[in-house]
């Protein structure tokens, strides 16, 4: 028990809060992209990272401008860093994937 006898509250997070992180377009551009450049399938875990960290960065930088933004990064907002995450092991595993079936 915490504080004064009161146990810790678990956020809740909808469905509707997810899918705007998963589908932040600078993560899908770069995820896609380096996920298509990538040679070995073990390097789009690096691209995944990758992707994160400049889809976080840019994100920050529109919401600190104050502009509007499909996916902001905001003290009092949600990140989602592992659904951003896992969404961006997804596109650069998708577009590995597709280059893979077009060199045939």
């Known amino acids: 028990m915490g504080v004064s006898g009161v146990g ?3 956020p809740v997070v909808t469905l509707s809060d ?4 998963a589908f932040d377009p600078v993560l899908i551009l770069i995820a896609v992209w380096l996920g298509w450049k990538a040679d070995q399938f073990g390097k789009v ?4 990272m990758i992707a994160l960290a400049v889809s976080v960065l840019v994100s920050w930088g529109i919401s600190s401008l104050g502009l509007p933004w499909i996916a902001p990064v905001r003290s009092d907002g949600l990140t989602l860093f592992p659904v951003r995450f896992v969404a961006a092991m ?3 595993s998708g577009a590995y994937a597709a280059r893979r079936l077009a060199k045939g």
């Open 45 to 48: 875990l690096i691209v995944g």
């Open 8 to 10: 810790p509250t678990v």
């Open 18 to 21: 997810w899918l705007p992180a």
């Open 90 to 92: 997804l596109w650069a």
